[in-house]
């Protein structure tokens, strides 16, 4: 089987533990649901035939589409060509600004946002999304000459991947991309992390807060009632272990590389969360 992988870096990645992801996760299953899909780590390694995934992130969510869109996939692949070519501290910044004028901003066609968006997560310092209160990308560059937006066949792989399969994609909050979900479906929730002392947690414009996890708890216990699968990840905190506590929980280690203050890697604890019985 063909496997496309993250065409972003992006923050909490579930690169590293994608071996205990599969481990957890239910053999059989009907349609796939990935309300926070980031950069889609578990979406490219499972591959399934249908699925919905879902991010509150609208340029994140904007490049899936112009990867699925077949003329705006040719668009946006010649448009990262050029700034291949082009690519230099200058250029990062002339592009990085663009969101500046938001009326301007706004007209730009939806291929040249999504070249945009990879080109700044491949050149920007430790593939960091991260924006001010006026939602303006605001990580400085990352200093290399060269930059690789295509890695390889992947985006081509990805491109297929969107198109042959029946892979609906959403740009809304996370429990409302879930209203569809039916008995024996899998629902795989990746939250922004929660943390017993605050932490960088920003994805967006908008923050998720211990009262979001709370939210996203009921939610899953709904999944649960409906008959669904539902998996789920974060960190090893008080308040995870007490709001999944009727549930199978997975303590894993992982290495994480974007924490506090963007520099500082090591270990960390993790926890799976299933609804059901897996992967002992
Ligand atoms: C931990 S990341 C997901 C990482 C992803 N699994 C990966 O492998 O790259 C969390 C994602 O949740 C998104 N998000 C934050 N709040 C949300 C909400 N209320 N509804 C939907 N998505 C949200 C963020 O934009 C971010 O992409």
Request: with cysteine; aromatic share 14%; hydrophobic share 35%.
């Given at each position: 089987m063909i496997k496309g992988k993250p065409f972003v870096k992006?923050?909490?990645?579930?690169?590293?533990?994608?071996?205990?992801?599969?481990?957890?996760?239910?053999?059989?299953?009907?349609?796939?649901?990935?309300?926070?899909?980031?950069?889609?780590?578990?979406?490219?390694?499972?591959?399934?035939?249908?699925?919905?995934?879902n991010d509150?992130?609208?340029?994140?969510?904007?490049?899936?589409?112009?990867?699925?869109d077949e003329k705006k996939y040719k668009k946006m692949c010649s448009e990262l060509n050029k700034y291949e070519t082009l690519h230099s501290e200058e250029f990062y910044f002339e592009i990085r600004n663009l969101d500046r004028d938001k009326a301007k901003f706004n007209?730009?066609?939806?291929?040249?946002?999504?070249?945009?968006t990879i080109?700044?997560?491949?050149?920007?310092?430790?593939?960091?999304?991260?924006?001010?209160?006026?939602?303006?990308?605001?990580?400085?560059?990352?200093?290399?000459?060269?930059?690789?937006?295509?890695?390889?066949?992947?985006?081509?792989?990805?491109?297929?991947?969107?198109?042959?399969?029946?892979?609906?994609?959403?740009?809304?909050?996370f429990e409302e991309s879930i209203k569809d979900a039916k008995k024996n479906d899998f629902i795989y929730f990746d939250p922004p992390y929660d943390s017993d002392t605050q932490t960088f947690n920003s994805?967006?414009?908008?923050?998720?807060?211990?009262?979001e996890q709370k939210r996203l708890a009921k939610v899953?216990?709904?999944?649960?009632?409906?008959?669904?699968?539902?998996?789920?990840?974060?960190?090893?905190t008080k308040l995870v272990h007490e709001l999944y506590k009727d549930y199978h929980i997975h303590v894993i280690q992982a290495k994480r590389n974007i924490n506090a203050n963007?520099?500082?890697?090591?270990?960390?604890?993790?926890?799976?969360?299933?609804?059901?019985?897996s992967g002992e």
């Open positions: 992006w923050a909490g990645g579930k690169r590293q533990i994608i071996d205990k992801l599969i481990k957890y996760s239910p053999v059989e299953f009907n349609t796939y649901f990935e309300p926070f899909v980031g950069g889609g780590a578990l979406l490219f390694e499972l591959s399934p035939d249908k699925a919905v995934i509150y992130n609208a340029e994140l969510i904007n490049v899936y589409e112009c990867l699925k007209k730009m066609p939806d291929y040249k946002r999504a070249s945009r080109y700044l997560n491949k050149a920007c310092f430790n593939g960091l999304y991260r924006v001010n209160s006026k939602n303006e990308f605001n990580v400085p560059f990352n200093k290399k000459t060269k930059v690789n937006t295509y890695d390889g066949e992947n985006l081509l792989v990805i491109h297929y991947l969107l198109n042959f399969k029946d892979i609906k994609i959403l740009n809304c909050d994805y967006t414009e908008n923050g998720f807060d211990k009262e899953f216990k709904e999944l649960d009632n409906r008959g669904c699968y539902v998996m789920l990840s974060n960190h090893n963007g520099q500082k890697r090591g270990k960390v604890e993790e926890v799976i969360i299933t609804n059901y019985e």
